[in-house]
């Protein structure tokens, strides 16, 4: 039986550990700071992006691995005669799942690709799964069934603080985007069947911390939740708050809190932070 390796993409929420234990391959994106590139994860790290990011005269811009990239990673991965399945962020944000599947298309080796329908900490937990079940000699239909099987149970709440990233990147019009900050209203979103929807609309910090106290009170009503990730541009009362009550109420989750990759930061912007978490039934 072939054995299989797992791929991701750099949006995945990923310490080195897990990556390093689980023998995960990431296939970088790239993000350019005023005309200067970075190469996720190589060149630029989450927590040092930021400060360059808020201090950039434009926008960054973020873009997908090159094709050749995932091409040689699958070809090298495979030349044992392995599997190969990579998992990816969700198409609704970026093309890198349309770079894989046209690289899968190409390597010599035998690539399944899926789209995670979701990222960061979200993607990660598939990825994980999928990682550890390789390990164990899973075949590939046991791994898509029990990564499809994640992605059901798993929820990804995101606030955004400000606009300015969202207006800057052309997904508002800038004259909404500045009624919108002059009001001061915050927005609470949620990654579902692949899609972001705006869920929540409110003045100030208050309305976030009823949102994000809403989500704490549907997680007490989910049986057994096994893992919980939060995931920030800049530190926030609002995250602070959060992270406080979710680690008093969930003990005995997994808990993993850190600053998002530059493609999150950048489409999110300053203040923004996810909630990601997976409940397993079994």
């Not at 944000?93 to 789209?115: C, M």
């Amino acid at each position: 039986m072939a054995k299989v390796k797992i791929v991701t993409d750099s949006s995945a929420q990923l310490t080195d550990e897990e990556l390093k234990q689980y023998g995960i391959t990431i296939v970088p994106l790239t993000v350019m700071i005023d005309d200067t590139v970075y190469v996720d994860r190589d060149t630029i790290t989450n927590e040092t992006f930021v400060p360059q990011m808020l201090a950039a005269h434009d926008l960054p811009k973020t873009s997908q691995p090159p094709v050749g990239k995932f091409v040689e990673a699958f070809d090298r991965l495979g030349e044992d005669g392995s599997q190969i399945l990579c998992l990816n962020m969700l198409a609704a944000i970026s093309g890198t799942v349309h770079a894989a599947e046209q690289a899968a298309t190409i390597s010599k080796s035998d690539v399944t690709v899926v789209d995670s329908q979701s990222t960061d900490r979200g993607l990660g937990f598939q990825v994980l799964e999928a990682a550890k079940l390789a390990q164990q000699g899973a075949d590939m239909d046991t791994i898509l069934a029990r990564v499809n099987q994640v992605r059901i149970n798993t929820k990804l709440y995101l606030c955004v603080m400000t606009l300015d990233n969202i207006v800057k990147g052309g997904r508002l019009h800038p004259i909404a985007g500045a009624i919108t900050n002059f009001l001061n209203i915050k927005l609470g979103l949620q990654v579902t069947d692949g899609k972001l929807k705006i869920i929540s609309k409110g003045r100030g910090d208050k309305s976030l911390k009823k949102f994000f106290n809403g989500i704490i009170d549907e997680m007490k009503n989910t049986a057994a939740v096994k893992s919980i990730g939060v995931s920030y541009v800049t530190e926030t009362e609002v995250l602070k708050d959060t992270v406080q009550k979710l680690k008093a109420d969930f003990p005995d989750a997994s808990f993993l809190e850190r600053v998002t990759s530059p493609t999150i930061s950048t489409h999110t912007g300053k203040g923004a932070f996810a909630l990601i978490y997976y409940s397993d039934p079994e």
